[in-house]
């Protein structure tokens, strides 16, 4: 729901973007391409979106590095008061007794996902000879999603000049921070990246629930019970479309703190096994042999499906 309001969100920049009618036609839009592609009718469309997001995230880096040379005056007063913000005794000790830390957690938890439990579902499809190159993987992700992405728009915006407020923000503050370094090219560039990544974000968690179905129901459901899903599915992109950010984040914000409670004592439970798993990496790479794994290296006490 919230993908799909970000995504059309993207076009209230636009003269033709009417704010009763235009998310839910974009939503509406948005909903039955998604479902097309659940359905596999639109294997051309993945393929082109999943060629083109690698593309258009480094675009988007170094199109945020092209902001900052063009306002490259503002940065020392930029760095100035991140570094004075981030270091107030007052406004540390206000954050740690307020809400500023736990938006921040909220915030990191929807950046990268990272302790969510989510993001294995997608490590797990990968093809390997040894799960630590995958862990190693999803490590470099979060820098890349977190430290990367998010620091390079927090630069853009911050040299642009551009003050972000209550109705402008999101979405159209970053497009607002382009304008104003661009022209009209800044918004339509976000509206595309936006379309793309929100996409796949939406296809991406959809692929998820197919296969936590599969796992709990031990087969693959029945054309029924999939229509139904679809049909749940497409609703709530539609309907998200049209929801206010407000309401959306609170939603997510509670769904992502459950997932993360659920998930973090499975991680402690576990880590003994990944640290096994880690080292085993390490002393095969250390023989210079490429690393393969067995379950029964690490003395796992379960049978296992694969690693055998």
């Not at 839910?24 to 083109?52: D, E, H, N, P, Q």
């Not at 020392?76 to 830390?101: H, M, Q, R, Y």
């Not at 023989?287 to 296992?304: H, M, R, S, W, Y």
């Amino acid at each position: 729901m919230l993908a799909s309001y970000n995504l059309q969100s993207t076009f209230s920049a636009y003269s033709f973007y009417n704010e009763k009618t235009s998310p839910w036609i974009i939503g509406l839009i948005l909903a039955v391409v998604c479902v097309y592609c659940l359905v596999g009718g639109g294997k051309r469309v993945i393929k082109a979106t999943s060629f083109l997001v690698p593309i258009m995230g480094v675009a988007y880096v170094l199109v945020s590095l092209l902001i900052i040379c063009l306002n490259i005056t503002t940065l020392p007063n930029v760095l100035k008061t991140i570094f004075v913000e981030a270091f107030d005794i007052k406004a540390i000790f206000g954050g740690f007794s307020g809400s500023c830390v736990m938006y921040g957690i909220k915030r990191g938890l929807f950046s990268n996902e990272a302790g969510v439990g989510s993001a294995p579902n997608a490590s797990a499809s990968a093809e390997i000879s040894h799960p630590a190159k995958q862990g190693l993987v999803q490590v470099l992700s979060v820098f890349i999603d977190t430290v990367l992405i998010c620091s390079a728009t927090a630069f853009m915006c911050m040299c642009s000049g551009v003050e972000p407020s209550e109705k402008l923000s999101g979405a159209p503050y970053i497009q607002a921070a382009l304008k104003a370094s661009l022209g009209e090219f800044g918004p339509i560039f976000i509206t595309v990246a936006m379309i793309l990544f929100a996409f796949t974000t939406l296809l991406g968690n959809l692929y998820y629930v197919d296969k936590c179905i599969y796992f709990i129901m031990g087969k693959v459901p029945g054309k029924k019970f999939m229509t139904a899903y679809h049909i749940i599915a497409s609703l709530l992109i539609f309907v998200g479309a049209g929801l206010s950010a407000g309401l959306l984040w609170n939603v997510a914000d509670v769904f992502m703190g459950g997932m993360a409670l659920i998930n973090m004592p499975v991680i402690i439970y576990l880590s003994k096994y990944a640290v096994r798993a880690l080292k085993d990496y390490e002393k095969q790479r250390k023989e210079g042999k490429e690393p393969v794994f067995k379950a029964k290296n690490i003395d796992l006490p379960q049978e296992t499906d694969y690693w055998n």
